[in-house]
């Protein structure tokens, strides 16, 4: 089975580079991570992806890659490069603020919307679900202007919480995946 | 209350300085090298894509981020090789190009025109780099 291609893409501080870093941690991981330098940008985090996030890893016998856009608007420039490598899409959300979620929704309308077509399934990532006060799924449904279902909440530091994410946006081709396992199985 | 007003007032002042004794760095190593006669701009971008300073009048914050993409990437793949990244050089057909060397912890860029020859604009990029480097 040919490898899959995800796409990881956000707004700044959604945990995007922790989602692909946690999947692919034990496999192959590049990063780009560099030192923020602007005290406004610093307020967020302390070191931001700067080009992309690279993991490879493997989901029922198959071979996956993440690519991780950049979260700074001074690299959404690199999204579209990236988007037309990628057959599926997961965009995270910060869940425990407000205000990352319409980030994300400025987003969305402006790089996905129109462009859900090219992708063969895709979901709204509710991440840091976690933390204190998360915002219930269905209103960040709402303010993504997505239905309920295109929703999955994750916790990007836990792998069994990223995998299930996977699991729900592979859920199209599961019975494709199972062939392939049992077809690799009897090889065996 | 007044105290912690005055101390931010000192703060700004020594911040200003700096900036402007940076600054005044950057273009007299430029002025004594005579880029803008060869036709070379010059633009020092921080790490995170973020522009410092710059001889270009107009599109500058683009590519300074454009370039950090390239220099991050192109240093993660010698980082790959087990070596360390010197500087990028990207070439038109025919147009010039862009030479982006490494600095301390900022990255040095170079749009050189069709007109001067690469070797020249590499020579200019190592005399930036001795006179910036320890600063930037």
Not at chain 1, 128 to 150: R, S, Y
Not at chain 2, 1 to 12: A, C, D, G, P, R
Request: glycine share 6%; charged share 25%; proline share 3%.
């Amino acid at each position: 089975m040919k490898p899959i291609r995800i796409l990881v893409s956000g707004p700044l501080g959604a945990g995007k580079t922790t989602f692909v870093s946690t999947l692919c941690s034990s496999n192959v991981f590049i990063s780009t991570d560099r030192a923020v330098t602007s005290p406004i940008e610093k307020k967020y985090k302390d070191v931001t992806t700067v080009a992309f996030d690279f993991g490879v890893t493997r989901y029922s016998n198959v071979k996956l890659m993440l690519y991780g856009t950049p979260g700074q608007q001074r690299f959404f420039y690199f999204i579209p490069i990236l988007m037309r490598q990628c057959e599926y899409l997961l965009f995270l959300v910060d869940s425990s603020s407000v205000a990352s979620v319409y980030r994300g929704r400025a987003l969305f309308e402006r790089y996905f919307r129109r462009k859900l077509g090219h992708f063969k399934n895709f979901l709204i990532v509710a991440n840091k679900t976690d933390l204190p006060n998360p915002l219930p799924l269905e209103e960040i449904a709402e303010i993504m202007n997505v239905n309920l279902n295109k929703i999955a909440k994750s916790v990007a530091k836990d792998k069994n919480s990223c995998l299930r994410v996977i699991s729900k946006l592979l859920e199209p081709i599961k019975a494709k995946l199972m062939v392939n396992s049992l077809r690799r199985e009897i090889l065996k | 209350m007044m105290t912690t007003s005055v101390t931010k007032i000192i703060l700004i002042v020594v911040v200003i300085y700096f900036t402007m004794l940076l600054l005044t760095k950057f273009k007299r190593a430029i002025e004594r090298l005579d880029l803008k006669s060869h036709g070379i701009e010059v633009l020092l971008v921080g790490e995170d894509g973020l522009p410092i300073l710059s001889t270009l009048s107009s599109e500058e914050d683009k590519l300074a981020a454009m370039c950090t993409v390239i220099a991050v990437s192109s240093e993660r793949n010698m980082q790959e090789l087990g070596k360390v990244l010197d500087y990028v050089v990207i070439s038109s057909r025919g147009e010039g190009g862009i030479v982006i060397a490494r600095l301390s912890s900022s990255y040095l860029v170079l749009i050189y025109p069709s007109s001067e020859k690469l070797g020249l604009t590499l020579f200019f990029m190592r005399k930036l780099k001795k006179e910036l480097g320890e600063v930037f």
